[in-house]
């Protein structure tokens, strides 16, 4: 069912609109030098493969296939001999298809810049992660990056009515029920190649059904039962080195700051069954818990911590059950940034130059010579208060008076600590008079 024309392509419509690089190259068309190579970037069974054949099949081109899980510099070098050989004594382009780029090293790459900068080859290269994280730089400034969505529910449907009927699926031998037909659609996620063998699958599950020696009279019908028996998970889109992989986590976050429970469980779900790290999971969440949650709840970071040290002890599968924990936590937490806010608006002071020496008075004193430097003189000892707070300078003298970095919300338990620390802000900055000290 192979696509043999951009016409049969489903799907990437974007991709292939009249006048699109992509449609230019499959086209055949091209600048003086001839036509660029392509990067096409997009998940399993979005065509990638197949406008790699097109791209060859325009202008009578040669088509070379490596996979870079196999081949080496040496099978490289090899096809741009022969690419070479074969434009000197025919005149013919070569295509070279590198399936799975992002599995060659830097230096398999750097093997490819030579025929790719001199057009001695059309490359056209596969990967599904981000080439921003998986090809080297002077390959992607060399040619056209293409990305592939997956195929839309109706464009898959349109592929399985066209694998029922067509001479090279099923060839009219079989039918679909609606039922069927959606739970394919539903379990492919946006993959044709997974839907067809999905069809294919479901359809020798029919055939194992018929009785020995039975010619049933017109199509065999396909229903829901028969597609359930032969596949049994969805498709997990999910990366672990790529763009999803920072995709879904960063989801994952913005769900807990969110409050939604059922959508932080929803991404949760999606890392753990497409194999992430759980430790990896376990630290966001920790950073999550300072982050967003705070002092608003400063239990959210204990609960989190905790998973942390769990998940390293007790691994898959039981690790799920105490990172959702975490993660249902860190949702239903009341929600404070003040105390990320705060150490941004520091750090920012800092490197604007701001704070000068650090007083004398709070300088450390434990060393021989430091009471002749002054170290420590006139430092006062606020445990002799009666509450243990008197009024000090902490701060350097150039932010004594400016200073102003953590604002407590009015959320969860951090409503409690607004008034208390503007009272100790007024004590300690001399704005308020403490209780007599004690001694």
Avoid: C
Avoid at 191 to 203: F, I, S, V, W
Avoid at 339 to 365: E, F, K, Q
């Amino acid at each position: 069912m192979r696509p043999r024309s951009l016409e049969e392509v489903r799907g990437q419509s974007s991709v292939l609109r009249p006048g699109s690089p992509m449609r230019r190259l499959v086209e055949g068309s091209g600048g003086a030098a001839g036509p660029l190579s392509a990067i096409l970037w997009g998940p399993p069974g979005t065509g990638k493969t197949t406008l790699a054949h097109l791209v060859a099949g325009a202008a009578g081109r040669r088509f070379v296939e490596l996979s870079a899980v196999t081949a080496g510099v040496k099978d490289v070098r090899a096809a741009m001999d022969s690419a070479a050989r074969e434009r000197d004594l025919f005149g013919r382009q070569t295509v070279l298809f590198l399936d799975e780029i992002h599995r060659f090293t830097k230096a398999q790459q750097d093997a490819l810049l030579p025929g790719v900068e001199n057009r001695l080859v059309i490359l056209v290269a596969a990967t599904t992660e981000n080439p921003s994280f998986s090809v080297i730089a002077p390959l992607l400034s060399r040619s056209m990056l293409i990305r592939l969505e997956p195929l839309s529910d109706d464009e898959l449907v349109d592929l399985l009515d066209s694998a029922l009927t067509d001479d090279r699926g099923l060839a009219g031998e079989f039918t679909l029920d609606d039922e069927a037909r959606q739970h394919i659609v539903r379990m492919a996620g946006g993959d044709a190649r997974r839907a067809l063998t999905t069809l294919e699958a479901a359809a020798g599950v029919v055939l194992d059904a018929q009785a020995p020696g039975s010619s049933p009279e017109g199509p065999i019908p396909i229903a829901l039962a028969d597609v359930e028996q032969a596949v049994e998970h969805a498709a997990v889109r999910y990366d672990r080195a790529g763009d999803q992989h920072y995709d879904v986590a960063s989801a994952l976050i913005k769900s807990m700051r969110g409050s939604d429970v059922d959508a932080a469980l929803h991404y949760l779900a999606r890392m753990l069954e497409a194999g992430e790290d759980p430790r990896f999971i376990a630290r966001r969440i920790v950073i999550a818990a300072s982050e967003d949650v705070g002092m608003a709840d400063p239990t959210a970071l204990q609960t989190a911590v905790a998973a942390l040290h769990a998940v390293a002890q007790i691994g898959m599968p039981e690790a799920r059950i105490i990172l959702a924990q975490a993660v249902v936590h860190n949702a239903l937490a009341p929600k404070s940034n003040a105390a990320y806010n705060g150490i941004n608006a520091a750090i920012a002071d800092v490197r604007a130059g701001r704070g000068g020496p650090v007083p004398a008075h709070l300088r450390g004193s434990g060393y021989a010579g430091a009471q002749r430097l002054g170290h420590g003189a006139g430092y006062r000892y606020p445990h002799n208060a009666a509450d243990g707070v008197l009024p000090q300078q902490y701060l350097p003298d150039d932010l004594a008076e400016s200073a102003d970095y953590y604002h407590p919300t009015t959320r969860g338990w951090e409503e409690r600590l607004g008034p208390r620390w503007a009272r100790l802000r007024s004590l300690v900055r001399g704005e308020e008079h403490p209780p007599p000290a004690n001694g």
